[in-house]
């Protein structure tokens, strides 16, 4: 929708002033002229840039792929009921309880039901809001006259997606866990324990041992320059953040994830998954071989991947097979391009892609437990080491204390 100011003359001869919302400038004088029968100015307003601050308050929310399963999920149920687009959008809209997400849906119903199409509306109201995958399956589904379908496509495809994140982010919890917690063991012991000990230790006449030495020196360190070390992390951290945004730190931090030694094998069946799936949809919704490699690249996680997938289209433009397009992307699996083949033979490639996406799906799942399986005892390992580092420092001392006296 877009604001427009606008001057004109009531029913009574009096100037009028005012704003009105309008999918277009003739929609809006037809508004106007439902109680002005005369316009005497009518310009759009420039949206307002505003200070930083502003704008991270004012900035659009962006759904969650649980969220667009549940709005999928939704729309597939009120379409086969026979409801049409903008009353679903509507009723959509008045069950949402994040007051910008229902705000953006109430303006979508409202450019539906002024003509527009459902993915024009949802594109020009929802502009960083809902991903392209999301606007452009209803596209082609609105194009082709399945509409309905390409919801329920998009149902499964964006659970499975969430589904997956959480499994990656359940699966992470207790490494992360367990090594926040040695973190935090470290840091009271460095700077509560140790010093207490180094006053009594320091206090006899004696040569303290090497290993107690050497932890009461890692001790003084920790205490002298701790809020130098928080602000070094701090920043390594945020330095990081920000070179990864870069198309040149995307591109690194892409090809380090797949060369990981246990979790590259992970991030590349992830990729191939996210390819299936994607490509899976888009086909299946209608778009062309050329069109869906273009969005599927776009929403691709990994940047080199991204970058490849990219320059497929330009291939199957010139007539090659996705199959040979596929086998250019050295990252790939050979699994992926000779399934895809089989795909392009038999004519039901988007099928194919969807049974693709969940073998690697399962793939990225059982390496997921592979590597947790492997990192437990390694966990355990580091723990036992350090505990013992601390607990063989301080009793190497108690136990020639007894020559000190």
Request: proline share 3%; with cysteine; hydrophobic share 45%.
């Amino acid at each position: 929708m877009i604001t427009f100011q606008y001057r004109a003359i009531g029913p009574d001869g009096k100037a009028v002033r005012g704003v009105v919302r309008a999918q277009d400038e003739m929609t809006a004088v037809q508004k106007i002229k439902e109680t002005c029968p005369v316009i005497t100015a009518i310009n759009p307003v420039k949206e307002q840039t505003g200070s930083f601050l502003t704008m991270e308050i004012s900035r659009k929310p962006k759904m969650k792929d649980g969220d667009l399963s549940i709005l999928c999920s939704q729309f597939e149920i009120m379409l086969q009921a026979g409801m049409p687009v903008a009353r679903c959008v509507s009723m959509i809209a008045e069950q949402t309880q994040n007051k910008k997400i229902a705000k953006i849906l109430s303006e979508v119903a409202e450019d539906v039901s002024e003509g527009s199409t459902v993915a024009s509306a949802f594109e020009r109201n929802g502009n960083g809001v809902f991903p392209v995958t999301f606007t452009e399956s209803i596209r082609a589904g609105e194009e082709a006259g399945t509409l309905e379908d390409t919801f329920t496509r998009m149902h499964h495809y964006y659970d499975k997606s969430a589904k997956n994140r959480e499994k990656l982010q359940q699966a992470m919890t207790y490494p992360v866990f367990v090594l926040a917690v040695a973190a935090v063991v470290l840091i009271i012991v460095m700077a509560k324990v140790i010093p207490t000990l180094a006053q009594v230790f320091s206090s006899m006449d004696g040569q303290l041992p090497a290993l107690t030495r050497a932890m009461i020196a890692m001790s003084d360190f920790f205490s002298k320059w701790w809020i130098l070390i928080i602000l070094v992390i701090l920043g390594a951290v945020i330095g990081f953040r920000v070179y990864f945004r870069t198309e040149k730190g995307a591109m690194a931090k892409g090809r380090l994830d797949m060369k990981l030694p246990v979790l590259g094998k992970i991030h590349v069946a992830l990729g191939a998954a996210q390819f299936a799936d994607t490509m899976s949809v888009m086909l299946g919704s209608g778009l062309t071989v050329n069109r869906a490699i273009e969005v599927t690249a776009n929403v691709l996680n990994n940047a080199v991947l991204r970058d490849e997938v990219r320059k497929m289209r330009g291939m199957i433009e010139a007539g090659r097979s996705l199959k040979d397009c596929i086998r250019q992307v050295e990252e790939f699996p050979d699994t992926l391009r000779q399934m895809t083949g089989i795909g392009e033979e038999t004519g039901d490639l988007d099928e194919t892609l969807r049974v693709i996406g969940d073998y690697f799906d399962n793939e990225a799942d059982h390496l997921t437990k592979q590597a947790l399986n492997r990192l437990e005892p390694t966990i355990l390992i580091f723990l036992a080491f350090f505990a013992g580092f601390i607990v063989i420092s301080i009793y190497l001392p108690m136990f020639t204390m007894y020559n000190l006296f």
